[in-house]
């Protein structure tokens, strides 16, 4: 026992500096993520909703957008944001899943507003109802059930992916972790601190995950048949 | 014309100059090289994504505890971890665990897109297994068909329509992630695109190329998906 608890793993596991270290990281990461995620619902939402207009020019721009942003990897996005753009590796990480996310995001929303029939449009004009009122009252909410798991679980996506940052020197958690390892050298610490890390994402995004499957099943039920 | 091109500030100096563009096309073959690795990367770890996924997705479609809470927790690992960490873990961890033993960076990335597709993969055949009613397979045998024979002629024709679609979602999101192994410095693509464009600063042609690159592998297997979503959804 005592030669366990005098270990190098046990020594590095009780000094400070490694939770320091990790926290700021993770302090990182989640800032990378959450201004990434809440940019994208915006952008997402616009150039979604632009392809779904159907309008000549407005929707073949948010097509082609669309895709060739989801043929690439979020990799290269990020380092074009920072070697050709030239942001910091902070807003670079940021810019570059956002490019990214907020093309998934556009095609849930569309996908959404698609999955209500034309047939329940043209009812709720003909009863009257404005373009704002059959949105809100008809269109929006069995579409909005459908988006929400899929954006929840595209949070995942973004939280594993911000780690990508470590590429362009962001100290996110991945490249604080990686620092951390070269401190402590041994082999035994550096698989060590790679599981804590692998531990801290997976609490993260197991939670974020959990929240989505329940979200799933809860809005499939009470809606009785609208959930896939 | 060539003082109407020598008037375009853009074209003779920035990230976007007429002197990058041919810089990166006199050494457009390192490019290939990088891209013939990424396939080479993509093709086999889809083969094990697809090897493991199968095993993994029949396991926690089964009706035993243990196979099925040990397929749980391998996708819900793989899942909620990021590729980056996995890849970082092979690459250390094996060195380190088996001294003395070498495995190429192209191996770990083989096996790091392999693992972690292999967990997306498996929830996809669950999803299809399930989604065919176990009735069909009692009807099936019932009617004088063996396990093997209702598999083949029953199941695995309604299973393939479902599972055929995410499939090929998720060959695109494989060949996108093996890009993952630059960090490494595992001569795919976008290393090769990142590191000669670091040595010499043509950021802006190299990585429109890479681009197109990645565009041309992804985009023609995202189209087949939307077509194989729609006939699954006519069906």
């Known amino acids: 026992m005592e030669a366990f608890m005098n270990s190098p793993v046990m020594e590095m596991l009780t000094d400070p500096v490694l939770y320091i270290g990790l926290g700021y990281g993770l302090l990182l990461t989640l800032q990378i993520a959450g201004l990434s995620i809440a940019l994208s619902f915006v952008f997402g939402t616009i150039i979604g909703s632009m392809r779904y207009t159907g309008l000549p020019v407005i929707s073949h721009v948010a097509t082609i ?30 810019i ?56 929840v679980s595209q949070f995942v996506t973004v939280i594993k992916d911000s780690s990508f940052a470590m590429a362009i020197g962001a100290y996110e ?18 698989i ?37 | 014309m060539s003082e109407i091109i020598a008037s375009i500030g853009f074209l003779q100096q920035g990230p976007f100059s007429i002197p990058r563009w041919e810089a990166v096309f ?16 993509a093709s086999l770890g889809l083969a094990m994504a697809l090897a493991l996924g199968t095993v993994i997705g029949v396991m926690s479609a089964s009706h035993w505890k243990l196979p099925r809470a040990l397929a ?10 990021p590729l980056l960490i996995q890849v970082f873990m092979l690459f250390n961890a094996i060195p380190l665990v088996f001294p003395g033993l070498f495995i190429p960076v192209i191996v770990i990335g083989i096996f790091g897109v392999g693992m972690y597709h292999g967990a997306y993969i498996a929830e996809v055949v669950r999803a299809g297994i399930q989604s065919i009613g176990r009735g069909q397979l009692e009807a099936a045998l019932s009617q004088g068909f063996t ?21 090929t979602n998720q060959a695109v999101n494989l060949i996108k992630n093996t890009s993952v192994i630059a960090i490494i410095a595992g001569g795919d ?13 043509h950021y802006g042609p190299t990585y429109v190329i890479v681009g197109l690159g990645y565009f041309l592998m992804c985009f023609p297997l995202a189209v087949l998906t939307r077509r194989l979503e729609e006939r699954t959804r006519a069906a």
């Open chain 1, 65 to 94: 957008y669309i895709e060739v942003i989801r043929n690439l990897p979020t990799l290269l996005l990020i380092l074009v944001s920072y070697f050709v753009l030239g942001l910091p590796a902070m807003w670079a990480a940021t």
């Open chain 2, 26 to 41: 006199s050494n457009i073959d390192v490019l290939w090289a990088g891209a013939l690795v990424t396939l080479l990367v």
């Open chain 1, 192 to 228: 060590t601190i790679y599981l804590v890390i692998s531990l801290v994402y997976f609490i993260i995004n197991f939670a974020i995950s959990t929240v989505a499957r329940r979200l799933q099943t809860k809005m499939s039920v009470g809606r009785g048949g609208i959930g896939d």
């Open chain 1, 96 to 151: 570059g899943l956002t490019i990214y996310t907020s093309a998934i995001i556009a095609e849930v929303i569309r996908g959404g507003l698609n999955s209500v029939p034309t047939g329940q449009w043209e009812a709720a004009r003909s009863q009257g109802f404005s373009f704002l009122q059959s949105m809100r009252y008809i269109v929006l909410p069995p579409a909005v059930v459908k988006m929400i798991p899929p954006i």
């Open chain 2, 72 to 81: 749980r927790a391998y996708v819900e690992f793989y899942q909620n971890t």
């Open chain 2, 147 to 167: 396990y093997v024979t209702a598999m083949r002629y029953i199941i695995i024709p309604q299973a393939m329509r479902i599972v055929l679609p995410p499939l």
């Open chain 1, 173 to 190: 958690l991945m490249f604080k972790g990686t620092i951390l390892a070269a401190k402590y050298w041994r082999p035994a610490q550096i």
């Open chain 2, 189 to 201: 693509l976008m290393y090769a695109g990142d590191s000669f464009a670091g040595r010499y600063g």
